[in-house]
């Protein structure tokens, strides 16, 4: 599910024939709206995604001065320019052309019996259609209240097949994407074909089939590589738990929230809720609890490495990882004796066996939770 672009509208019966002059390479530009040019100085009376029509009345005697605002119409996010030119302009200046394909802003020219009115209707139609749909789409993850029988009609009404296992996917992104259509687009082609996917702020949801039968398995490393292609920089892709029914996608919804934190706070950047069971067993004991622990195994090693710019935890970390202090030197690029030198540091502040495999585990276990509570101020241990 996304919003309207350049290229959906063009499908529509009132644009049939309208050509492409200019900026094809915005054709996925979102589409919110329609506005008409009545007065020269447009610019300040457009908003963003709308698609502006004109005759070319208001500029009939100065024709260049479309090439003039066209900078000022792509700066406010207009998402094209269509023109219906024959009856007041007896040609298109060049230069119109040369600028908004520097800008990649579609210019259209519309045919010649074109009504604008049609045109204003059938858009508006498909974007408060779209809009409702992804209103829906919002209530589907987040309403506990709603009866799946009420959910499967709804659903089928907008068109989508939303049947067998179906798992809610969280991209957060650095920024958005170039144009819904190109969300759309990621998700089907990284999730599965019958996946919707929408923006929330700076996130990227999506429903997909996960995976039904005959499907192959979806692949959220997949879906962050094509987020990237289109532009919206992914930081983290989430995977919430698969359930059957769409009257449990709030539940979905939610365990890919929580994914989505421990992916963030570990600096992975694709993850499943369902194979993150260490890691919500430890979210699952008070914050106050994980940060007595992380003091008490682990507290001097923080501290010293706060004060002193040393990186014991990273060493004892990739230690117990590999086991071995030869191969651990190698991995943090530092010579073994500096290697033996930290070990030994590190026995000294915590008085740790590293060789008693009990030990080891609360080790691992204290350097995760630091991991997934972040850095707080050392506690000290209870007497």
């Known amino acids: 599910m996304a919003g309207a672009t350049v290229r959906e509208i063009l499908t529509l019966p009132p644009l049939a024939g309208t050509e492409i002059l200019a900026g094809a390479s915005g054709l996925d530009r979102e589409v919110r709206g329609v506005n008409v040019m009545e007065v020269p100085d447009i610019e300040t009376y457009v908003a963003p995604g709308e698609v502006l029509l004109t005759t070319a009345y208001p500029v009939r005697d100065n024709p260049a001065r479309l090439v003039e ?10 998402a094209a320019l269509a023109i219906k030119p024959l009856r007041y302009l007896d040609h298109i200046p060049e230069e119109l052309i040369q600028v908004a394909d520097e800008l990649n802003f579609p210019v259209l020219i519309v045919a010649g019996d074109t009504s604008f009115n049609e045109v204003i209707g059938a858009v508006l139609s498909l974007v408060i ?13 987040t309403s506990h209240q709603l009866e799946e029988d009420f959910l499967r009609r709804r659903a089928r009404m907008f068109g989508w097949k939303l049947t067998g296992p179906l798992a809610v996917v969280i991209a957060e992104c650095r920024r958005p994407a170039s144009g819904p259509a190109g969300l759309l687009a990621a998700a089907q082609a990284g999730l599965d074909p019958q996946a919707l996917a929408w923006v929330r702020g700076q996130r990227v949801l999506a429903i997909s089939p996960w995976p039904g039968a005959g499907r192959p398995e979806p692949s959220p490393e997949r879906w962050y590589e094509e987020l ?3 532009g919206a920089k992914p930081s983290v892709v989430a995977v919430g738990t698969v359930v059957d029914r769409l009257s449990e996608l709030v539940t979905s919804h939610q365990t890919a929230r929580q994914a989505l934190q421990i992916g963030r706070r570990t600096g992975r950047r694709c993850v499943c809720h ?27 090693l923080v501290q010293h490495d706060a004060e002193r710019g040393t990186e014991l935890c990273r060493t004892l970390e990739v230690y117990l990882d590999l086991g071995n202090a030869a191969a651990t030197a190698r991995r943090v690029f530092i010579h073994y004796n500096t290697m033996k030198h930290r070990l030994r540091r590190i026995v000294e502040l915590t008085g740790a066996d590293l060789n008693a495999p009990r030990t080891r585990m609360l080790l691992a276990l204290a350097l995760e939770a630091r991991r997934l509570i972040g850095d707080h101020p050392p506690m000290p241990p209870e007497r």
Do not use: C, H, N
Not at 129 to 141: A, C, H, K, N, Q
Not at 276 to 300: D, K, N, S, W, Y
């Open 228 to 230: 990237e292609r289109y």
């Open 274 to 300: 369902d194979s993150l069971g260490f890691e919500r067993m430890i979210l699952a004991a008070p914050t106050a609890q994980l940060q007595a622990f992380v003091t008490e195994q682990i507290g001097p």
């Open 129 to 141: 259609d779209l809009r409702m749909g992804e209103l829906f789409l919002e209530e589907l993850i």
């Open 69 to 78: 605002m066209l900078p000022e119409l792509a700066a406010r996010g207009l």
